[in-house]
T-cell receptor
């Protein structure tokens, strides 16, 4: 089955700096890659996703890139703000799995003011 | 849209008691997922339903756990009898039954078994 590895497990940045979180996946048939943000005491919230027919997608300060050949994808947050502090999860799924997702282990991002 | 609704938000119970967690998915979504989150094991998929039918329950840890979805707008996860190692946050998520769509999570139920 699919395996998703996420790095780093913790990331501390200064406010205004950029943050990058990376994930690798094992199943070359994976074609949908969402990212979730989980704030303390809340459920994971879908913040951006990318499908295998595109290499990059942006939404204001966040962007995702996908390298299907290398089987890795990344989340980029620019001009970080204290409210970006949360745990971020990547995930992957394949058409064969319907809408089941395999999640990475999570990255705790801390943005220092 | 109210989003996915879960109840209760917090549950404290004694070992051996029955616990029932409830979920109302987003209206129109026809897939529903139950997850468990702990520090040690991260986010684990327990079971998921498509059109009210259980599709994959391989993540259910043991027979003490059961889940039902009697209709499109309601699901329950039951633990009987509960044990301290069941303490975790339980999330329900819903989505459309289609590849390449995101799941939308509820706020979770924090379960503590003493």
């Amino acid at each position: 089955g699919e395996n998703v590895e996420q790095h780093p497990s913790t990331l501390s940045v200064q406010e205004g700096d950029s943050a990058v979180i990376k994930c690798t996946y094992s199943d070359s048939a994976s074609n949908y890659f969402p990212w979730y943000k989980q704030e303390l005491g809340k459920g994971p919230q879908l913040i951006i996703d990318i499908r295998s027919n595109v290499g990059e997608k942006k939404d204001q300060r966040i962007a995702v890139t996908l390298n299907k050949t290398a089987k890795h994808f990344s989340l980029h947050i620019t001009e970080t703000q204290p409210e970006d502090s949360a745990v971020y999860f990547c995930a992957a799924s394949t058409n064969n799995a319907g809408n089941m997702l395999t999640f990475g282990g999570g990255t705790r991002l801390m943005v220092k003011p | 849209d109210a989003g996915v609704i879960q109840s209760p938000r917090h549950e404290v119970t004694e070992m051996g008691q029955e616990v029932t967690l409830r979920c109302k998915p987003i209206s129109g979504h026809n897939s529903l997922f139950w997850y468990r989150q702990t520090m040690m094991r991260g986010l684990e998929l327990l079971i998921y339903f498509n059109n009210n039918v259980p599709i994959d329950d391989s993540g259910m840890p043991e027979d003490r756990f059961s889940a039902k979805m009697p209709n499109a707008s309601f699901s329950t996860l039951k633990i009987q009898p509960s044990e301290p190692r069941d303490s975790a946050v339980y999330f329900c998520a819903s989505s459309f039954n289609s590849p390449g769509v995101g799941q939308y999570f509820g706020p979770g139920t924090r379960l503590t078994v003493t």
